[in-house]
């Protein structure tokens, strides 16, 4: 079975746990309990330890949440050289929000990376659908890199 080791990080109140639930099918959604989540720093290098994806979530509605996304994306994608298919991000739209993509403006390099909107009260399939696209690619690229390496033991 193969296995991949994706993370989900993000600013605090940004909906991590309840995609996390959602997309694992884990529990119905709630509402807001926050969840203690690993806040120290000093415990991003294990958990980030042979991680091959990375999804950075955040409430589009937050101003702040966008400038701080480019932290998570600094310390969870780019210190381990993960390539942009690797990172996933979603700006999820919590219940009663009103959705406007449009006006979402990122700054470079998360400009280059695939942006999901997500409302789990309208649009729930919208993000499954895109999670597990992102989630084969992973699979895939694990899948080339486990074969790459049993080629080179091989030879």
Not at 50 to 69: C, M, R, T, W, Y
């Amino acid at each position: 079975m193969l296995k991949a080791k994706i993370l989900f990080v993000g600013p605090c109140e940004s909906g991590k746990t309840v995609l996390a639930n959602f997309l694992t099918e884990s529990s119905d959604i709630t509402e807001y309990n926050p969840t203690q989540g690993v806040r120290f720093e000093s415990c991003w290098p294990a958990l980030m330890k042979d991680s091959q994806g990375v999804v950075i979530i955040f409430n589009a509605d937050i101003p702040s949440h966008l400038k701080e996304i480019e932290m998570w994306h600094s310390c969870f994608v780019q210190q381990q050289l993960l390539q942009d298919n690797q990172c996933l991000l979603i700006a999820h739209h919590k219940p009663g929000s009103g959705v406007d993509k449009s006006s979402l403006s990122l700054a470079a390099p998360l400009n280059k990376l695939k942006l999901v909107h997500s409302n789990l009260e309208e649009e729930p399939e919208e993000i499954r659908v895109e999670f597990i696209k992102y989630l084969k690619s992973i699979v895939s690229s694990v899948s080339e890199s486990r074969d790459r390496e049993e080629m080179s033991i091989i030879t």
